[in-house]
């Protein structure tokens, strides 16, 4: 206890007033090392020629991003992240909503666990996992084929991840079976903080099922809604592994995303500048939606 | 009575949705135990006609696998452990403190966790090789870190948050000091708090792939995630083999997940109801 008195001396009083920048001091300048000094120097490769390759880069401004604006293959990649982010993120809402809903009801509280662990259970996984897991599904010899062969939706046995028109789809159902619990979690977690009360009232005023839901749970999950909802798509846009270890951005480029893309420039055809043009996009993009996101949680407070 | 029909009905509902749900892990548990001239069996069955553990004797005997497992355990712990230990300090400091700049401070951690690593990757890999940590499990550490690091702050701060400041000022009216209040009396209470964030972190190490992948070259560096999909390309055929791999190599996040099931889910839900 002798310590303790020691601190109420004046000498040594700054040690109280100082204290919250000492404790989060650390924490601050790890991530000013490991996260802004890297932004600034992808920044500064996208301005050169040659980073990374030859000592002396040379200095080129905004070429690399007028390069990518006539590349007919970035275009089909942001056009492929688009189209993969949008349809994953609404079927994670969805199907999200739908389980939140069925794992919210007055049912016995055991099952109620099991369910609940079998339908979180997808996102447990890595990427890779669930890569090779799908790729064994998909496979031209493998169940799903025979499945759909047996109950007669389809008559032969399709390619999925090789085929032009197929792998897309397949990704985005990957993508949806691996990615809902998140939002079914945070869902589940906004409906149990419904109060109850206003389910009453409405059952008083007549409403039935169907209207509880759309005019009370729906517009009571909204903050939720947008909040989860903009983290996946922040999340889902700039996906790397699922897509890279089914079909490497093909057949072709039909399913090439930005960052599969950007990989590609940087370790396959080491034009790191123009990869890292790319990777200031990507950037954008992301810390655009990112504004978005915080602005929005600054209205819920 | 329409309420026994209607809990019916959502029985139902809940056992097809598992079902469909959950019939790609159990593929993949059940294809891993057996030889693989059953995988594609026409037509398939659900139980292997030869019960076997060759896929998983074969992983457990391979010291290049083995390897694998090594690294990722390795590289997730002391990830986890260093960002518990940043995280909690600084969660202390958000969580009982006003000062200036600390909405900013707020506002980049949150901001940070949401850069793409594909956008850090190009950076780290010129920064890595100048720096000498190219193939090495240092380099993955400290660029692991820097997606760990903010979570972990963000959960640690929202856990301190519930804990009620009057255990803090019990401390420094008796004259103690903030370090002391910290360590004897809200890091205990917060244990059930750290130990979520660090099941979360060490799944987000332990899942990782893109750094793996480009920052280490040798075999011996590499993690499972890498290592997984590096089997895929040698033995591209032996489907039983990568299956076993697969459950081996979520075992621990499996067994994380399924005793400790309230620390997970509130792990995942921190990041998203709280800002």
Known sequence: MIKFSLLNNTKYSFLKNINPYLFIAPAILILLLLLVFPIIKVFQFSLYNNCIIIDKPEWVGLKHFYDLLSDTIFFKAFTNTVIFTFFSVIFHLILGFIFALLLNQPINNKALAYFRIILILPWIFTATIVAINWRLLLDPMGIINYLLNQLGIINSYLEWFGSYSLALPALILVNIWRGYPFIMVSLLAGLQGIQSNLYEAAEVDGANEWQKIIYITIPQLKPIILSVGVLDTIWTFRLFPLIWLTTGGGPGNSTEMLSTYTYKLAFEQFKFSKASALAVVILVVVTSLSYFYVKQQKQLE | MKNNKKKIL??????????????????????????????????????????????????????????????????????????????????????????????????????????????????????????????????????????????????????????????????????????????????????????????????????????????????????????????????????????????????????????????????????????
């Open chain 2, 10 to 275: 959502i029985y139902v509902a809940l056992i097809l949705i598992s079902c469909i749900v959950g019939f790609p892990i159990f593929w993949m548990l059940a294809m891993s135990f057996r030889s693989n001239v059953e995988i594609f069996k026409v037509p398939p069955s659900l139980i292997p006609e030869k019960f076997t553990f060759e896929p998983y004797i074969e992983i457990l005997s391979n010291t290049e696998y083995l390897n694998f497992f090594k690294n990722s355990y390795f590289i997730a712990i002391i990830v986890t452990l260093f960002s518990l230990v940043v995280a909690s300090f600084a969660g202390y400091g958000f969580s009982r403190f006003e000062f200036k700049g600390k909405k900013l401070s707020n506002l980049f951690i949150v901001a940070t966790q949401t850069i793409p690593p594909i956008s850090l990757l190009i950076p780290y890999f010129g920064l890595i090789v100048v720096f000498k940590l190219y193939n090495t499990r240092l380099g993955l550490i400290l660029t692991y870190t820097s997606f760990c690091l903010p979570y972990s702050i963000l959960m640690m701060t929202g856990y301190m948050n519930t804990i009620p400041t009057e255990l803090d000022e019990a401390i420094l009216v008796d004259g103690g000091n903030r370090i002391v209040a910290l360590f004897r009396v809200i890091l205990p209470i917060a244990v059930p708090g750290i130990i979520a964030t660090g099941i979360y972190t060490f799944m987000l190490a332990w899942n990782e792939f893109l750094f793996a992948l480009t920052l280490t070259k040798s075999i011996d560096m590499r993690t499972i995630p890498v290592g997984i999909s590096l089997l895929m390309g040698e033995h591209a055929y032996k489907w039983n083999l990568m299956m076993s791999m697969s459950i081996l190599g979520s075992l621990p996040l499996l067994i994380l997940y399924l005793f400790a099931q309230k620390s997970f889910i509130s792990g995942l839900s921190a990041g998203s109801i709280k800002g």
